[in-house]
C-alpha cells in the first residue's frame, strides 16, 4: 500500500514528505518472510526472481493512474504515463524509458533492473 501511495502522489504532482521517526513497532529478524533483508546475495536473487516472475505490475499500476487520475495530472506526468503503459508496444516509449537520465531508480544496480525490465517487456 506504501509504494501505491507514494506513486499515486507523484503522478498527481503531490508533495511526499519522509518521517524518520516511526510511528508503529515492526519487529525485523532473520528469518522474515516478508520485509527487509540485508543479505546482498539473497537481495540479489530476490531481484532476479522478481524481474522474471512479475507480469508487468509497473505498467499496469500506470494505467490504472492513467485510467482513475488523469485529471489530476499535470501534462509531462501524463506523457510519462503514456509511455509507460505503452513501452510494449512502441519503440519511441521503449527507447525514451532506457535512455532517459531522469528516469532511473535510487541506486545503480536498481536502475540496471529497471532497465531490463524494461527491455525485456516485464516492467
Do not use: M
Not at 505503452?86 to 527507447?95: A, G, H, L, V
Amino acid at each position: 500500500h506504501d509504494s501505491w501511495i507514494y506513486k499515486l502522489c507523484i503522478a498527481v504532482d503531490g508533495d511526499v514528505f519522509f518521517d524518520p521517526s516511526p510511528h508503529i513497532l515492526y519487529r525485523q529478524h532473520e528469518n522474515n518472510v516478508v520485509g527487509l533483508s540485508y543479505n546482498k546475495k539473497r537481495i540479489a536473487t530476490r531481484r532476479w526472481k522478481n524481474l522474471i516472475n512479475k507480469n508487468r505490475e509497473r505498467s499496469r499500476e500506470a494505467k490504472l493512474i492513467l485510467d482513475n487520475y488523469s485529471n489530476k495530472c499535470s501534462n509531462k506526468k501524463l506523457t510519462l504515463l503514456k509511455r509507460i503503459v505503452n513501452y510494449r508496444t512502441s519503440i519511441y516509449d521503449k527507447s525514451y524509458l532506457l535512455f532517459n537520465r531522469e528516469f532511473i531508480a535510487k541506486s545503480f544496480s536498481k536502475t540496471l533492473f529497471l532497465k531490463i525490465s524494461i527491455l525485456i517487456n516485464r516492467f
